[in-house]
């Protein structure tokens, strides 16, 4: 068994952040600077962090809370273990809110992960809830996602959590999610390298897989128009209103809520961990560091020629270790797992989805961004971008 070598490959690079023309799609304007720049600019002029961002914060915590009224919890937070979720945690209970912590369990949470999202949750006061997928399921889909040659295999994690915390707000009468993303910190993914939806996913499992989901719900396009339309399932960004500047808030979180630092971006999740650092770097010339440390970058937590630096540097040091470890629990050979990263790169244009029909209606989709159904994010890297 070998680790593959790493190599940065890029040929235009933003003179601003660290975004390149590896990304299908992007553009350069006559000063270098790259579409994802203009899509962080966007986002901050429309949610600046000046004098009026507190009063706009309360205002939207104020109606959380009245629609919350009479019940349980007020909102639902979604939780990982991770560093934006459990600082999305805490400040929707410093902020005053009542929130249900809800965990989708996908059968690779980290050690670390888990007894995170324990202190958290202990700390703060916070029913959790943790939905666990039967694992032979999970896997199934996973190795389907893996042997469809698709730069998304994290997307049935993704869009699983997504359904799960509708399913959660649905069944215990709560109108509004609030998610754990920063544009800030994290950026914009482009939509070459992560697109999902039910559609897509149930299309992959028909294909490559050989078993039924049944223990974890896949949300389908129908059914998300009934949370969003009838049931009045709002979804909120709150990080968007807060300061955050990443070592201040490592050191709160440790000293407040006993947290542990895990390592990079998402990689509470060994799967990730492996599938981001080794796999797409390796097969696909996909590097997930370029977003954060771009976002950075435009923040001002970072120079661009510290993150360039870093982002030349082999992000996978797991070693044989630990692909061995992710074979394994994938009940794959490393002849087979071979094969897989040879198969011609596809992508979900390949597939079954619904993104002709969200491409077809743009401006009703526009609409339902105004009113808060759809994170502007997901909106703008749907339609700024014909790949």
């Not at 609030?178 to 994290?186: K, N, Y």
């Not at 808030?249 to 971006?265: H, R, S, T």
Request: proline residues 4%.
């Amino acid at each position: 068994m070998k680790i593959e070598p790493y190599s940065y490959n890029a040929d235009k690079v933003c003179k601003r952040c660290v975004m390149d023309d590896t990304v299908p799609g992007i553009e350069f304007d006559k000063d270098g600077e790259c579409t994802f720049c203009k899509i962080h600019d966007d986002l901050k002029k429309k949610y600046p962090l000046n004098s009026n961002t507190s009063e706009k914060l309360q205002s939207l915590v104020n109606k959380i809370k009245k629609d919350g009224e009479g019940q349980e919890y007020d909102c639902i937070v979604g939780v990982s273990g991770g560093r934006d979720s459990t600082y999305t945690l805490y400040n929707a209970v410093k902020l005053g809110l009542r929130p249900l912590a809800v965990h989708f369990d996908n059968g690779w949470n980290s050690e670390i992960a888990v007894q995170n999202i324990q202190n958290a949750c202990e700390q703060l006061d916070v029913d959790l809830h943790t939905h666990v997928a039967n694992w032979e399921e999970f896997k199934d889909l996973q190795r389907s996602f893996l042997l469809a040659s698709v730069p998304d295999a994290e997307v049935p994690t993704d869009w699983a959590i997504f359904s799960v915390l509708f399913k959660e707000a649905a069944r215990n009468n709560i109108k509004h999610i609030v998610h754990g993303h920063s544009f800030r910190t994290e950026g914009t993914t482009p939509l070459s390298w992560t697109y999902m939806d039910g559609k897509y996913i149930k299309n992959i499992q028909k294909e490559f897989g050989t078993k039924k989901i049944k223990s974890f719900p896949i949300m389908n396009m129908w059914q998300y128009a009934y949370y969003s339309f009838f049931k009045q399932i709002k979804q909120h960004r709150i990080l968007y209103y807060i300061p955050y500047d990443e070592k201040e808030i490592f050191d709160l979180l440790e000293n407040e809520l006993n947290w542990i630092n895990y390592g990079d971006k998402h990689h509470e999740s060994k799967y990730t961990s492996f599938f981001q650092a080794y796999i797409l770097t390796r097969k696909f010339n996909i590097d997930k560091r370029k977003l954060h440390y771009s976002a950075k970058i435009r923040s001002g937590q970072i120079l661009r020629k510290k993150a360039l630096e870093i982002i030349k540097t082999d992000p996978y040091d797991g070693g044989v270790k630990d692909l061995e470890y992710c074979l394994k629990k994938l009940d794959l050979t490393y002849d087979e797992f071979e094969d897989i990263m040879n198969l011609p790169i596809k992508s979900f244009k390949d597939y079954n989805t619904y993104y002709p029909i969200v491409r077809s209606i743009k401006k009703p989709i526009k609409l339902i961004n105004r009113l808060g159904i759809i994170p502007d994010t997901v909106y703008k890297k749907f339609f700024l971008f014909d790949i």
